[in-house]
């Protein structure tokens, strides 16, 4: 079992800047690739970036100019910077988990946080 609880998500104006948090926990070592998604009303929820246990990271080639991925292994958590943010940036961030045992994976993700944009 992985538990993901994320935080930082709120209210901001445009162009301000946010940083979300995901902290991992449980068989934290059988997690292979953590990250981000967003999903807004009526849509599906689509990549933002993602981190491999390696340190590879893969953002939405959109978004990579503004939003940087980084994890703290110490702490199990993964951050996600947003800069120059944008109304078209709100949504909800789910923080994602893929983790593997043997044969067996996963995919985890955390109850999500709300990103609002607007003046």
């Known amino acids: 079992q992985v538990h993901l609880v994320e935080s930082g998500g709120g209210l901001v104006q445009p162009g301000g800047s946010l940083r979300l948090s995901c902290a991992a926990s449980?068989?934290?070592?059988?997690?292979?690739?953590m990250g981000w998604y967003r999903q807004t009303p009526g849509k599906q929820r689509e990549l933002v970036a993602t981190?491999?246990?390696?340190?590879?990271?893969v953002y939405d080639d959109s978004l990579k100019d503004r939003f940087t991925l980084s994890r703290d292994d110490a702490k199990n958590t993964v951050y996600l910077e947003m800069n120059r943010l944008s109304p078209e940036d709100a949504a909800v961030y789910y923080c994602?988990?893929?983790?593997?045992?043997?044969?067996?994976?996963?995919?985890?993700w955390g109850q999500g946080t709300l990103v609002t944009v607007k003046a």
């Open positions: 994602y988990a893929w983790s593997t045992v043997l044969d067996d994976e996963h995919d985890w």
């Open positions: 449980g068989s934290i070592h059988t997690i292979r690739v």
């Open positions: 981190i491999t246990e390696g340190g590879s990271i």
